[in-house]
Structures are given as C-alpha cells and as structure tokens.
C-alpha cells in the first residue's frame, strides 16, 4: 500500500488527478478511449475478415493495418498508465482490474500470433499457419477482448461491485 | 460493444481508402459495412436508454448540454459523410468489382480522413460529457 500511496502522490499523478484543466484527466480518459476504440476496433474488424473469409492469399493484406493498432496499444497504455498512476490505491485493489489487464495480454498475445499466421508470403517459408488455427485465433482475440471491455467498465464501478 | 464495431470497421475501411494495405481488395472491406451499421444501431439504442434510464439526471439535463449538442452534430455529419461515400464517390462500384486493389479516387480519400476525424472526435466528445460545459477550462493547465 506504500507504494501506491507513493505512486499517487508523485507530481504527475497529483496533477492528472487533482487539475481542474480539461488536459489533465478528462483528456487521459478521452485519450484512453479512443486508443481502446481504435486497438480493438480494428483487431475486432480484422478478425470478423478472417472468420468470413475463406483465401489465405486476400488475409495476407491485412498485414500493414497492424502498425496502426500497435500505435493505439501504445496510446491506451501511456494513457491508462497515467490513470492508474492517479488512482492507484482504488483500482489496484480491486479483483476486476486484475481480470481486465490480463485478458489485455492474452488478447494482445493471440494478436501477436494473429499477425504471424497473417504474415506476408516472404515470410512464410512453408510454415504456414492453417486456416482452422487463424479462425481459432481470431475467435481467441474476440473474446478475449471482449471480457477486456466489460471488467474495464466495471472497474468505474467499484460501489456495484462490492455490492453497496 | 456498439463503439468498437462501429470504429474498428469504419476505421478500417478508411484506412484501405486512405492508401494503406493497397493489395487488400474493398469487396472483402464492403463485408464490414453491416458491421458498422450494427454497432452504429448498438450505440444509438443503448446511448437513448442511458438519457431515459439515468437515475441521477433527467433527460433534459443532458439534452441541454452544449458537449452533448456539438457531439450528436458529429454523429449527423459523420452519417452524411458516410452516405455520401457509399452513394457519390467510386467505392461503391469499386468494391463491386472482384478484387479490386487500385488507386483509389482523391474525392473518396477525403471523405474517409473526415471520417477517421469525425469519429475520433465523437469518442472524445462522448468522454467529455460527465464534464459538462466547462469547456473554458481547455485554455486552463
């Protein structure tokens, strides 16, 4: 609990929690939001294609769009890392926060799989990643996210949750 | 659930029409566009019973909000954009035609950065209204 304590009371997370200017937390949490929209908006459009589709080759195109959910993974992490910094004593005590970060990182892993099975054909020197695990792997990643969303919400929620 | 189909299909389409991922053909994009008209439907639904349903504030109270005005002028412009993509640019036909992987015309690459644009604001709009209208603490650090 020391160092929680600590973590909040560092400069950074006094003023993201304590500014009355809209830069400071209404802006993270905008900012959170919309790296969240965007990470797994388009990782959620990615695997609808690979369930739909049935040609590996067309699945193979999808390769680029990826650098740009690495892009919002790395706005919701700077940006939740603040949050946390700021609240630390209220969110690291609670189970579903703990819940929510690790299906970040087994959806964020079968991601990474993901975008290897989706590799581009100079990468595939025959081991290639069968069409049945890309459809696994994508059904992986939407649940996995999905479980992600809902114990992220909840973590606002710390009230419901105790059951006060 | 609603928000994420919505930006993560539109958000991709625009991003193919903005030149990324050329070999990707816009028939198997075209795919995502009942995606996002079931997100859009999803947020619109669940948006109207959180100002119905609100326990803490009338309808009115957020109706009047002048962040929740500016943000739903987003929404309409943001649907206008997206009909006049589907009906007067070229990805209509485009996307028709099999595996198509060209150049796509600038008029479409337009109207697919407003909407990466208008979207985005939406989320941060949406964000904001626990806020309220002190949008004059933005010149505040």
């Not at chain 2, 659930?1 to 990707?24: A, T």
């Not at chain 2, 859009?40 to 349903?53: A, H, N, P």
Request: glycine share 6%; proline share 3%.
């Amino acid at each position: 609990m020391d160092v929680l304590i600590y973590l909040e009371s560092t400069a950074v997370a006094t003023w993201v929690r304590e500014s009355l200017s809209l830069w400071a937390f209404p802006t993270l949490i905008a900012l959170h939001a919309i790296g969240m929209a965007f990470l797994v908006g388009l990782n959620v459009a990615i695997c609808l294609l690979v369930l739909a589709s049935k040609p590996k080759a067309q699945l193979m195109s999808l390769w680029p769009f990826f650098r740009y959910i690495w892009l919002a993974l790395a706005v919701s992490v700077v940006s939740g890392t603040l949050l946390l910094m700021a609240n630390a004593t209220q969110l690291l005590v609670l189970t579903v926060f703990y819940i929510k970060i690790l299906f970040v990182v087994l959806s964020v892993i079968s991601l990474l799989k993901l975008r290897q099975g989706l590799g581009t054909e100079s990468e595939f020197n025959g081991n290639t990643m069968s069409q049945k695990k890309l459809r696994f792997l994508s059904v992986a990643c939407l649940v996995g996210w999905m479980i992600a969303l809902v114990s992220g919400r909840l973590t606002a929620y710390p009230m419901l949750l105790s059951g006060n | 659930m609603g928000l994420i189909l919505l930006v993560g299909s539109v958000g991709l389409i625009d991003l193919r029409v903005l030149g990324i991922g050329r070999q990707l053909p816009l028939s198997l994009l075209y795919r995502l566009v009942p995606w996002a008209i079931f997100g859009f439907t999803l947020c619109f639904v669940t948006g109207t019973v959180f100002i119905l349903g609100d326990p803490f504030k009338t309808p009115a109270d957020t109706l009047t909000k002048t962040v929740f005005q500016i943000k739903i002028l987003f929404v309409v412009l943001a649907l206008i954009n997206a009909l006049l993509f589907e009906y007067y640019s070229d990805f209509r036909e485009l996307s028709r035609a099999d595996n198509f992987v060209g150049e796509i015309p600038f008029s479409a690459k337009i109207t697919a950065g407003l909407s990466l644009f208008i979207w985005m604001s939406v989320v941060y709009l949406g964000r904001m209204l626990p806020y309220g209208d002190s949008f004059y603490f933005i010149f505040y650090w």
